[in-house]
Every structure is written in structure tokens, then in C-alpha cells.
């Protein structure tokens, strides 16, 4: 794994906390569509047919959470020891310049602004942190 890579695993961890909890919603909503309707008069025949559908997306809710807890756990710890592997760089641009980058996921043009640098410089000065990082840890 290049050192970019092992540094966006932040980004992608944070995605899928947010792919989950949207799944949660839509989960919450459909449980909230499946009671009103059932609510309305237009309820099943039988206890068991009521039931299952909302087992089903119980269920699937609890999955859901449960995924989610995981990857919280996950992500802030992989967050903690990137941001602990970022600070132990020597260099302070490198090192305030790569948490820009890949802790706040601020793009490398607004990283230029808030150092008042070129984004050229900028760019030059990423790819010499990142090599600076991968031979650091190994990468």
C-alpha cells in the first residue's frame, strides 16, 4: 500500500459510517411506512402476516447498528493512529499539510490558501510529504 492510500483510509472509513446511517434511515422510514399503512385499515388478514415484515426490518435495523458501531470503532481508531503517525512527522508543513489533507479532507487548492502558498508549491510539497511519511513508517 502507497503511503496516499494508507492515508485515505480515513476518507473511506468516514463514507461508510455515512453509507450505513443512511441505510439505518431508510430502514427507520420504511418501518414507518409499513406501520402506517398497516395502521390505516389496510392491515393483513392474519397477526403472523403484520408481524413479519416488521421482524424482517427489525431485523435488518439491528444489523445495520450493529455494522455501524463496528465501524465507528474502527474508524476513530484508525483515525487516532494516522493523526498520532501525523504529528510524529519532524517536518511542521508536511505535517500540518497532510493532516489538511487527509484529516479535515480539505482539497489541496484551499490547502494552498490557508498556508499562502502556490498551489503548485503545494503540490510539490504533498508528494515530498508523502514520501517523507512512507519512509517514515514504511509504506
Given at each position: ?35 402506517c ?15 413479519s ?10 444489523e ?6 463496528d465501524?465507528q470503532?474502527?474508524?476513530f481508531g ?27 479532507n ?34
Amino acid at each position: 500500500m502507497k503511503p496516499k492510500e494508507y492515508l485515505l483510509q480515513i476518507g473511506r472509513a468516514k463514507r461508510r459510517i455515512k453509507e450505513i446511517e443512511n441505510e439505518i434511515l431508510e430502514t427507520r422510514e420504511a418501518m414507518n411506512s409499513l406501520s402506517c399503512r398497516l395502521g390505516s385499515g389496510g392491515s393483513p388478514s392474519s397477526n403472523q402476516e403484520i408481524k413479519s415484515p416488521q421482524e424482517k426490518l427489525m431485523n435488518q435495523l439491528l444489523e445495520h447498528e450493529e455494522m455501524l458501531a463496528d465501524e465507528q470503532r474502527h474508524y476513530f481508531g484508525l483515525k487516532r493512529l494516522i493523526v498520532g503517525q501525523i504529528d510524529a512527522v519532524d517536518n511542521d508543513v508536511y505535517r500540518n499539510l497532510l493532516y489538511a489533507r487527509y484529516v479535515e479532507n480539505k482539497r489541496l487548492e484551499q490547502i494552498a490558501v490557508d498556508l499562502g502558498y502556490s498551489y503548485d508549491h503545494v503540490r510539490r510539497i504533498h508528494g515530498r510529504a508523502l514520501c517523507d511519511f512512507g519512509n517514515k513508517y514504511q509504506i
